[in-house]
């Protein structure tokens, strides 16, 4: 039982990835897309090659080897060996189109819009990186307790005074009035330090 479970959810694992489903919808546009560039080389390309000779470019053709003979009714060589050179430009022109139509109407605005996006994330980015990075109380307290502990054992005392005090006045302009700010626990912390 639980064989059959990991091969279900190693099936459902397999649709679900992204590949799977980008190729089903390539495969459904692309079949839907075709009946359009077929109807283009039908209905536009086919009567402009036509006013110059046959409608139909399949019928281009030239004879490679001897006379050839060619039926009118379905245009095929009766004698002699020809190149079919009409089906293979019908099939170059479907392609040219087909790859037009992808990359104006399909590549071109999906970069754009992906260029729009990159431009919102490095500006969203920059103002991230121009706003000024507070420091917590966590972050303060430990700066306080190293001074302390530095002024404790006597070194620089005067350079550990002067940062008690400058990181007491920068706590006590981020402190809310009514609670207990990093302040009040260096005092605490200071009475304790001058115990032996």
């Known amino acids: 039982m639980s064989e059959k479970q990991g091969v279900l959810a190693g099936f459902r694992s397999f649709l679900m990835r992204g590949n799977a489903v980008d190729l089903a919808v390539a495969v459904v546009i692309g079949a839907a897309f075709t009946k359009i560039v077929n109807s283009v080389v039908e209905g536009v390309i086919n009567p402009v090659v036509g006013s110059i000779g046959p ?6 053709q030239s004879c490679l080897q001897g006379p050839c003979e060619f039926d ?11 190149i079919k050179w009409g089906s293979v430009l019908s099939a170059a022109l479907t392609f040219l189109i087909t790859a037009a139509v992808v990359y104006f109407l399909m590549i071109v605005p999906m970069n754009k819009f992906k260029q729009r996006l990159d431009a919102l994330s490095a500006k969203e980015a920059a103002a991230e990186a121009a706003t000024p990075v507070q420091k917590t109380e966590v972050e303060l ?3 306080i307790r190293d ?4 002024q404790r054992e006597g070194n620089g005392t005067t350079d550990a005074a002067a940062l008690l005090t400058a ?12 609670s207990e700010g990093p302040s009040g626990a260096s ?10």
């Open 55 to 60: 409608k139909d470019l399949d019928r281009y």
């Open 187 to 196: 005092g605490t912390s200071g009475g304790t330090s001058k115990k032996p």
């Open 141 to 143: 307290l430990t700066e």
């Open 167 to 178: 990181q007491r006045n920068a706590s006590e302009g981020s402190a809310e009035p009514g």
């Open 72 to 82: 009118k009714a379905t245009g095929a060589a009766l004698s002699g060996i020809a």
């Open 147 to 150: 001074a302390l502990l530095a």
